[in-house]
């Protein structure tokens, strides 16, 4: 089992960028395919990235293919989500997620964090 917690979100304008972090603990973060997801109010939850078990393949939602990169770091733990060219429509709460694979939804993922606030004013 492995416990997570997201940092990092806060409140940026239009084209800057955040870094959002999601510390895991347990020693079994190596064995899990992470994500990224994010929900606007109204809005259901929707897949933003995922990334593979080691450093390597990854996936990317559409609208934020070119300008999120997803990485992990297995020796420290975390998951990070680098956000460049940030858009209003960005604007979500994000959450970080384990799951088996390499999965883009959001019930194939047992894990989750709390949840980051990441606002993008115009």
């Known amino acids: 089992q492995v416990q997570l917690v997201e940092s990092g979100g806060g409140l940026v304008q239009a084209g800057g960028f955040l870094r959002l972090s999601c510390a895991a603990s347990g020693r079994t973060f190596s064995s899990y395919v992470m994500g990224w997801f994010r929900q606007a109010p109204g809005k259901e939850r929707e897949f933003v990235a995922n990334i593979q078990r080691s450093v390597g393949a990854t996936t990317y939602a559409d609208s934020v293919k070119g300008r999120f990169t997803i990485s992990r770091d297995n020796a420290k733990n975390t998951v990070y989500l680098k956000m460049n060219i940030l858009k209003p429509e960005d604007t979500a709460v994000y959450y970080c997620?384990?799951?088996?694979?390499?999965?883009?939804?959001?019930?194939?993922?047992?894990?989750w964090g709390q949840g980051t606030q990441v606002t993008v004013s115009s």
């Open positions: 997620a384990g799951s088996s694979g390499m999965w883009t939804i959001s019930r194939a993922y047992n894990y």
